[in-house]
């Protein structure tokens, strides 16, 4: 059922640095994709958004990058922060639809 | 204004048998969506309840079945459990059905079928 391939599946930054975590989509009708954040015990909460009619979208020390040609689309986030250590899932769908497809997720960990 | 909460949080079960799990939707939200999120795995979507009807189904048998509330609130059952139904299973809430509404989700109830 998994439409949205995700990697890398760990990711180790140091305080400061850039994290980068990237996905690919097949089909090419999702647009709509979303990146959400999980902490331990707790669910997924919405972290950012991207149509595929924009290139790249930044909220804060968090940017999406769209690709629409070559079907992938990534999270940077700058300054990465012990508070970022989480997983991430990023997500496709039609907006017409109901049906999220989620990526397999990155444990994120920053070292101090 | 309260979140969204699941219950019970942790759940064991045996083969075979039958287990409901509860969803308290946000205030105001009129859809809630289920999914399974196996260990390392991102979430599965099982199927979505807009105004106490079900409004479209992932690739999950019939034994997982739900109902939606005048309250909105919702119900996941599956009947027959298997091994592999072990897994954490989350509630989302939205204001309405299409998947650009944002998604506010529950902490999840674990299941562990032995």
């Known amino acids: 059922q998994q439409q949205v391939k995700q990697s890398p599946q760990s990711l180790i930054v140091q305080k400061g640095g850039i994290s980068i975590i990237n996905c690919a989509y097949e089909n090419t009708a999702f647009d709509y994709f979303p990146w959400y954040q999980q902490f331990p015990g707790k669910g997924p909460a919405l972290l950012i958004a991207?149509?595929?009619?924009?290139s790249e979208k930044k909220e804060g020390r968090f940017t999406i990058s769209f690709n629409k040609s070559a079907k992938q689309f990534s999270l940077h986030i700058m300054d990465s922060q012990p508070g970022d250590s989480a997983t991430y899932f990023c997500a496709a769908s039609i907006s017409e639809g109901n049906d999220m497809r989620f990526g397999a997720g990155t444990r994120l960990t920053v070292k101090p | 204004e309260t979140g969204v909460t699941q219950s019970p949080t942790h759940l064991i079960k045996t083969r075979g048998q039958q287990v409901t799990l509860r969803c308290s939707s946000q205030s105001g939200h009129n859809t809630v969506s289920w999914y399974q999120q196996a260990l390392g795995q991102g979430p599965q979507f099982i199927f979505q309840?807009?105004?106490?009807?079900?409004?479209g189904r992932g690739n999950f048998p019939p034994r997982f079945s739900g109902l939606q509330f005048p309250n909105y609130s919702s119900e996941l059952n599956v009947n027959a459990l298997e091994l592999d139904d072990s897994a954490l299973y989350l509630c989302?809430?939205?204001?309405?059905?299409?998947?650009?509404?944002?998604?506010?989700f529950g902490p999840g109830t674990r299941l562990t079928v032995t």
């Open positions: 991207i149509r595929p009619d924009v």
């Open positions: 989302a809430s939205s204001l309405g059905a299409q998947p650009s509404y944002e998604q506010y």
């Open positions: 309840y807009y105004r106490e009807e079900e409004n």
